[in-house]
Nanobody, 115 residues
Framework: QVQFVESGGGLVQPGGSLRLSCVASGIIFSIQTMGWYRQAPGKQRELVAHIFSGGSTNYADSVKGRFTISRDNRKNTVALQMNSLKPEDTAVYYC?????????WGQGTQVTVSS
C-alpha cells in the first residue's frame, strides 16, 4: 500500500523558516520523481517543487530562491526547506509522485504564515 506521511508544518511569522518532511512507503522510492504540492483556501493544488531520482530539482517561480527540496533515498524521505516565508505561502502542503497520483494524497501538513 502506497502511503505518504507529511510533517513539520506550523505557524510562523513572515520571514521565518520551516522544514517539511515526507516519509514514503509502498513504492520503489529511489526511482521516483517526488514533488511537494500545496493548496491554499479557495485555490487549486499546485506543484511548488520537485526532485528527480538523480537529484535534479525544479521550482515554481513563486518559491524559487526561497525553498529547497531534497531527498534521502536510504530513508525514503523527501524534505522541503522553506525560508523567507510569506503570508501567501499559507497552505496545506502535500508530497506525492510527479505527476500527482490521485489515490496517494495524504493528509498534508498545514503551514500558516502570519504575524
Amino acid at each position: 500500500q502506497v502511503q505518504f506521511v507529511e510533517s513539520g508544518g506550523g505557524l510562523v511569522q513572515p520571514g521565518g523558516s520551516l522544514r517539511l518532511s515526507c516519509v514514503a512507503s509502498g513504492i520503489i522510492f529511489s526511482i521516483q520523481t517526488m514533488g511537494w504540492y500545496r493548496q491554499a483556501p479557495g485555490k487549486q493544488r499546485e506543484l511548488v517543487a520537485h526532485i528527480f531520482s538523480g537529484g535534479s530539482t525544479n521550482y515554481a517561480d513563486s518559491v524559487k530562491g526561497r525553498f529547497t527540496i531534497s531527498r534521502d533515498n536510504r530513508k525514503n524521505t523527501v524534505a522541503l526547506q522553506m525560508n523567507s516565508l510569506k503570508p501567501e505561502d499559507t497552505a496545506v502542503y502535500y508530497c506525492n509522485l510527479v505527476p500527482g497520483a490521485q489515490d496517494y494524497w495524504g493528509q498534508g501538513t498545514q503551514v500558516t504564515v502570519s504575524s
